[in-house]
């Protein structure tokens, strides 16, 4: 059963990637990133607001360290994610988080000054290539128009970013906290936090065609997105989590960008090319080689 949970929950999040590429073409990241996660609070805190009392003191207490992995975790991975997926695939945004076990190791080196071995300096070395191989398209004589590289890749980059951070700095959080709590805490968090940064945002960049954020179709997402990518993946995620243990269980983040691509190419009708693979099969071959005691 936990195997199944992470697989789900692994999938969800995946889904989150497709449904973000349709949504933006109908609304502004903004509006979808608050909307997001003010769903996900209320439905959080109706479900858990008992867990929350319980580990209130301790929350209190770590505060600051859950307030830096909101930031990450739930405002700067969706919505530099969502801007990105304006000028960018899908697919591609999906590659290029499959680099962030990688990234991971490499800033507990640089902060936490963990052991790396060589497998993984090998399978960051793999990772690297493979993303810089999409970068370039494949093609070498692209090096001389990096200026003018997709912003929808960079955006796309920066979500990656955004979550190997928040992995990395997961350790700082009290682990007794329950998952459930956690997870409240955080979406209430992120919401709060974004909440004023959008006012200012719309003041300046009032939001139009009102209409598109009644349609059933918007609606429809955002409830995928709150429920399915928010809720339900965190819930199966810390349930799998707790059963087989973090060590074991990690390695289903991989799933992650494997079902995102699949999605995007069975929804979206994207097209695959060359250097999709071959970036993917040096990504593959790192997280190989990181993942290898």
């Given at each position: 059963m936990p195997y199944l949970l992470l697989t789900l929950a692994a999938c969800f999040w995946g889904g989150n990637y497709v449904v973000g590429r349709v949504l933006v073409t109908q609304a502004d990241p903004m509006v979808i990133s608050e909307g997001r996660w003010i769903i996900t609070a209320l439905l959080l805190l109706c479900l858990y607001h008992q867990q929350l009392c319980h580990d209130l003191l301790k929350i209190k207490k770590s505060i600051w360290p859950i307030c830096l992995l909101a930031i990450f975790g739930q405002i700067l991975f969706p919505l530099t994610l969502y801007i990105g997926l304006q000028y960018t695939s899908s697919l591609n945004a999906s590659i290029y988080l499959s680099a962030t076990p990688c990234m991971v190791l490499v800033m507990n080196k640089l902060l936490f000054n963990d052991t790396i071995s060589k497998n993984?300096?090998?399978?960051?070395?793999?990772?690297?290539?493979?993303?810089?191989?999409?970068?370039?398209?494949?093609?070498?004589?692209?090096?001389?128009?990096?200026?003018n590289i997709n912003k929808g890749d960079l955006w796309a980059m920066a979500s990656a970013m955004s979550w190997a951070c928040y992995s990395a700095f997961l350790r700082l959080k009290d682990k007794s906290i329950s998952g459930n709590a956690f997870v409240t805490v955080s979406a209430l968090l992120g919401s709060a936090i974004l909440l004023p940064i959008a006012l200012v945002y719309f003041y300046f960049y009032p939001v139009t065609n009102l209409a598109h954020y009644a349609t059933p179709n918007f609606l429809l997402g955002l409830l995928y997105i709150a429920i399915f990518a928010s809720w339900l993946s965190y819930l199966f995620w810390n349930k799998g989590i707790v059963e087989i243990g973090a060590t074991r269980g990690q390695i289903y983040t991989h799933i992650i960008p494997l079902s995102a691509g699949?999605?995007?190419i069975v929804f979206l009708h994207t097209q695959v090319a060359y250097f999709h693979l071959v970036s993917i099969v040096f990504i593959v071959i790192g997280i190989y080689f990181c993942s290898k005691k």
């Open positions: 993984n300096i090998i399978g960051v070395l793999f990772s690297t290539i493979g993303v810089i191989y999409l970068i370039l398209q494949g093609n070498l004589a692209n090096l001389s128009e990096l200026s699949i999605f995007s």
